[in-house]
């Protein structure tokens, strides 16, 4: 069962316009964040353009976090805290830019660190974990088989920060929500798509307007339609949904060249769907061709480097504008999670 971290919101006082002249990193929101100032393995992660690219639409860049992807914000808070509580050695298993992630702050925080990748994922993901120092492994399979190929060949001594089997990455990766009710001024957009594969972006979102609402910048409950964006090939959220489940079911043989979208079990399913349902949302699922022609679209009308699940995210919009879950007028933000270049 995942963990969770929670404050005492009520001691806290924080408001809005006292983070304004603070460093543009996540850490800006310290007080909501699990390590004192100067505990931190940072590599200036946070606080991404939000760039609107038609009326009423913005899309959250996170290509532009080190390593190139959203990936960056959960992993500088879980090594922060696995070297505060005393880690010698780290390891995940990994669709590409967590092991990216993983492999930079490891190097920065002086910690080995292993990771495991399917052997398909594109090759300069591997590239980028050497460049680190990082011990890869290309295993045959799914995220799923990296993670198996871990627990039974892995580093006796290491911590395993994979998605959600500790509570940290969650911590760093609500910070998006943050800088989305700051960069659009205090107000909360009506609808968000995000990529989903583990889910943990998603679900630390979710966590943060509960916990803005708590601070008081935002007005008690408002929050986002959230929505799911998965691949055709893969999209066990969808399905649960769909079906009314409780939780998700692993899918059988997935496939999608956005790699990060290639999660047949995420351990965070049952999370996933309590938050688009808190959130009035919905999951949707969209098909490769669909996902690679929006992918070039909205880099060519933003000048945005778009990896294939910001494509997906981009695509669900005219699906989700043209059943009326996006209505006219809605303010919408979709969610680039990470750079196309290492898909090249």
Known sequence: MPLRVDYNLGAIRLPRDAVAAR???????REVLPLVAGDEITLGEGYTPLLEVAHNVWV???????????????????????????????CAPSAGNAAGALAAYGARAGLPVTVAMPEDTPRAFFEECRLYGATVHAVKGTIADAGKFLREHGPENAVDV?????????????????ELVEQMEGEVPDVVLYPTGGGTGLIGMWKAFGEMAALGWIRSGAMPRFVAVQAAGCAPVVRGFEA???????????QTRAYGLRVPSPLGGFLC????????????????PAMHRATTDLAARSGIDVCPEGGAAWAA???????GFVRAGDRVVVFNTGTG????
């Open 23 to 29: 460093t543009p990193s996540l850490w800006r929101y």
């Open 317 to 323: 919009l005219g699906d989700l504008r043209a059943g």
């Open 162 to 178: 994979s998605t959600l089997r500790e509570p940290y990455r969650i911590e760093g990766k609500k910070t998006m929500a943050y």
């Open 60 to 90: 959250k860049d996170e290509s532009r976090n080190p390593t190139g992807s959203f990936k960056a914000r959960g992993m500088a808070a879980a090594v922060s805290m696995a070297r505060h509580l005393g880690a010698r050695a780290l």
């Open 273 to 288: 769907l309590r938050a688009l349902r808190a959130s009035h949302g919905i999951a949707i699922a969209v098909d490769e």
């Open 244 to 254: 009314g489940a409780a939780s998700t079911e692993p899918w059988p043989d997935p």
């Open 341 to 344: 270049l290492k898909y090249r």
